[in-house]
């Protein structure tokens, strides 16, 4: 099951030129995206209505989309506008569009009823023109369910096993448990490490041998992560009693931003962005951003193989049991405040439903 009344990261905009069609399914919907005259971004189901044809190999003509099956045209509301051969088009003769918005450099798009699209639901995120920051994005899609990818950004114990030769982070990632705290809509993960090995994305950014670690982000439904991670000299720890640092300038500082959008129920895109912070640290450039993205890159690839593995094996042997760990406490935070909007959201179709029997 999925959340409908949410907003789901469908494309960076980048990805959506002025003369093209982006097709991409999000939860098991195909949709069609494409840039108007005006350059706002519009999203239609893509599925024509006469022979259920994608739209998206279609032509797009202006603020419309013609079918090339047998020359529909549909304007950016769904509605068909021309029908070759005959003058009068029925009234039913539509495709199903859907709110968009672009914001924070990704074009987002609501599922669910569109009476009910909130942009104040969109999920804070950083843009890429940002000045503060250096940004590097990319895409790349697992054959795994979204929940099992968000499961692994929930828990960030892995880095000290599966990706020793990309992050290079040491091993108290997988023995000093996080702050977690139950948001409205999603978890907040907080941690320090201390007397921390150099990751190798900072690898001769500071000439400290050791440093004290803060990251700290916000995961939110249906699955975006703005994670903020700073170093510091050994001993900043004490000094904030484990709390956020405050007033202090620290030696290096990034952002990444990621979203886990359900393709289908086998499928997921994962959207993500890496940068440093160009007032942190000196010797913050092009290059440096570059090889942060490398070093993502290559993790993410680590994560695909890992993640389509347990997919496997889990479509293989569904009930097989899993036991809990400490740090399943955020993913299971997580899975719970995801069920709970599912649910909530579905009450009133099941109250309708009663009324009517």
Not at 74 to 88: L, M, N, R, T, Y
Not at 172 to 178: E, L, M, T, V
Request: net charge negative; aromatic share 10%.
């Amino acid at each position: 099951m999925y959340l409908r009344n949410c907003w789901y990261v469908a494309a960076w905009n980048y990805e959506i030129e002025a003369d093209t069609l982006l097709a991409r399914t999000i939860i098991n919907e195909p949709l069609v995206f494409f840039r108007k005259e005006d350059g706002t971004v519009a999203a239609l189901q893509d599925r024509c209505c006469h022979r259920s044809a994608p739209l998206s190999i279609g032509r797009k003509e202006g603020d419309a989309v013609r079918c090339m099956y047998h020359g529909l045209k549909f304007d950016s509301s769904g509605k068909c506008v021309e029908i070759p051969g005959q003058d009068a088009i029925p009234p039913q003769a539509c495709v199903r569009s859907f709110p968009v918005t672009e914001r924070y450099s990704w074009v987002w798009v609501w599922m669910g009823d569109p009476a009910l699209a909130d942009e104040n639901l969109i999920p804070p995120a950083v843009a890429h023109d940002d000045p503060n920051w250096i940004f590097r994005s990319g895409s790349i899609e697992y054959a795994a369910n979204y929940q099992l990818v968000n499961d692994n950004l929930l828990d960030f114990s892995h880095l000290t096993f599966l990706h020793p030769n990309s992050f290079g982070v040491g091993s108290d990632w997988a023995h000093i448990r996080p702050k977690v705290t139950r948001l409205e809509r999603g978890v907040r993960v907080e941690r320090w490490l201390p007397n921390q090995p150099i990751p190798n994305h900072i690898r001769g950014v500071t000439d400290c041998e050791l440093l004290d670690l803060w990251s700290h982000y916000d995961y939110l439904v249906p699955g975006v992560m703005v994670m903020y991670s700073s170093s510091y000299p050994q001993g900043t720890l004490d000094k904030f009693n484990g709390g956020a640092p405050t007033g202090i300038q620290p030696i290096t500082s990034d952002v990444t931003c990621q979203a886990i959008t359900p393709c289908g129920d086998e499928q997921s895109r994962y959207f993500f962005s890496w940068a440093p912070n160009v007032h942190a640290q000196a010797g913050c450039s092009d290059e440096l951003a570059d090889g942060m993205i490398a070093i993502a890159r290559m993790a993410f690839e680590e994560d695909r193989l890992m993640i389509e593995s347990q997919a496997h094996n889990l479509k293989m042997a569904p009930n097989a049991k899993q036991v809990a760990i400490a740090f399943d406490n955020a993913l299971s935070q997580m899975r719970w405040v995801l069920d709970k909007l599912i649910k909530e959201e579905a009450q009133p179709q099941l109250n309708s439903a009663s009324v009517v029997a």
